[in-house]
């Protein structure tokens, strides 16, 4: 058995998940009612994924701050500067796509029960709040915005802390992290889970209805991973991006597609960090920072839902107006939460842009979550890979203008 166990072990873990991806697509094609038990084990990974992730953050970001050395530069300025720009030219590429390739939604999905926020002035106030949450409360609800603060807070005033604290601290740090890797290493087994449960319960037919809006929303999202975002590192790095993209949406991109969310993705994402070699003072804190903050498939779902309703309502939409929907989408996407559908409900913002009613908006939700089993999914991907994608492109641009090899 230890034999086994080795020689598996010794497979990369994205051979794995492929071929767990296999079986479980096999499964739900061939005894879908049999083989019904095997979604435990994807929901027993997401679960695990998503409570271990909360307590490797705070103690992450808290060591590395209050480990940092004086005079060493982390580059955060420049992945925030990178994260923004992404965000917003995502949601200016929907925009524009929508514009190129105009659809129109069929408008009667409930979602009564929803409560989306009222304003962009209350998705900056939820956040502003986040900020000041109790720090156990932050931890139990899996508030990253309020962990990350408390763990800056709690890291800056350990600086002056005896060594042996600050040992104690990184100790803690390095067993959560041995625990997050035992946790990926069942990815392959938790992704058959997910895939077989996926294909089983939704099938493909649902989809149907909502081709023209998925292809729409799939096709800015692939452009955004692929031409965007290449270019973004390009002229960063000044080298071919592509094996740097490829290999965060392979490595990174493969569990966030079946988890839809970049929160449970953040250990998969430090991994991958710690595996291109980049600095943990800095990816420690862009990383968590990013699965709330870096939202460009959020940016293209809202911007795309959003003016799919206005076509159906027949509102005259100018230039400036589409403008300022990019530059909100944006806004409303940085508050979106890091977990499945998060970015759904701050669809009524930017509707509001037009003046269409809640009621509406509700409506377009519901189609949301109709063809969430793939957009979701996709965005999430997104999102997620480009994480990992800009804080190695800041490391790396960096290290170019020093002159280091990368």
């Not at 930017?350 to 519901?366: K, R, T």
Request: proline content about 4%; aromatic content about 8%; hydrophobic content about 55%.
């Amino acid at each position: 058995m230890k034999d086994i166990i080795s020689k598996w072990n010794q497979i990369s873990l994205v051979k794995r998940i492929i071929l767990g991806l296999i079986i479980g697509i096999i499964l739900a094609l061939l005894v879908p009612e049999q083989a019904q038990p095997i979604t435990i084990f994807g929901a027993l990974f997401v679960g695990a994924l998503k409570a271990v992730a909360p307590v490797l953050v705070f103690f992450l970001v808290m060591a590395a701050i209050s480990q940092h050395r004086s005079g060493h530069q982390t580059n955060m300025k420049s992945i925030l500067i990178l994260y923004l720009l992404g965000t917003f030219l995502a949601g200016l590429i929907a925009v524009v796509a929508s514009f190129i390739f105009p659809v129109s939604l069929t408008l009667g999905a409930g979602a009564e029960n929803l409560a989306p926020p009222g304003a962009v002035s209350e998705v900056l106030k939820n956040l502003l709040t986040s900020v000041v949450d109790n720090p156990v409360k932050a931890l139990f609800n899996a508030n990253y915005i309020g962990i990350l603060a408390w763990a800056c807070l709690f890291g800056f005033t350990l600086r002056d802390a005896k060594q042996s604290t600050k040992d104690m601290i990184t100790n803690f740090s390095d067993s959560v992290s041995t625990i997050v890797k035992w946790v990926i290493n069942f990815a392959p087994v938790g992704i058959m889970g997910l895939v077989f449960e996926s294909i089983s319960t939704n099938g493909i037919g649902v989809l149907s209805e909502y081709g023209r809006l998925l292809v729409l929303l799939l096709g800015c999202m692939v452009f955004v991973a692929l031409v965007v975002n290449p270019i973004i590192v390009f002229v960063n790095i000044r080298r071919n991006p592509y094996p740097l993209v490829f290999k965060c949406l392979k490595d990174s991109g493969i569990t966030a597609f079946f988890t839809r969310s970049s929160a449970a993705n953040i250990p998969v994402n430090m991994q991958l960090c710690e595996r291109l070699g980049l600095d943990k003072d800095t990816y420690s804190v862009s990383i968590p920072l990013g699965a709330t903050i870096n939202m460009a498939g959020a940016a293209v779902t809202i911007s795309v839902l959003t003016l799919a309703a206005v076509n159906t309502l027949g509102i005259e939409v100018d230039i400036a107006t589409a403008i300022i929907l990019s530059v909100l989408s944006a806004v409303c996407a940085c508050g979106a939460s890091g977990v499945a559908g998060g970015s759904l409900l701050l669809i009524p913002v930017a509707c509001s842009l037009f003046g269409i009613p809640n009621d509406v908006a509700s409506q377009v939700i519901g189609v949301g979550f109709i063809i969430a089993v793939l957009q979701d999914s996709c965005e999430t991907t997104l999102n997620s890979s480009t994480d990992v994608l800009f804080t190695a492109t800041a490391e790396f641009a960096k290290r170019r203008k020093e002159g280091k090899a990368y």
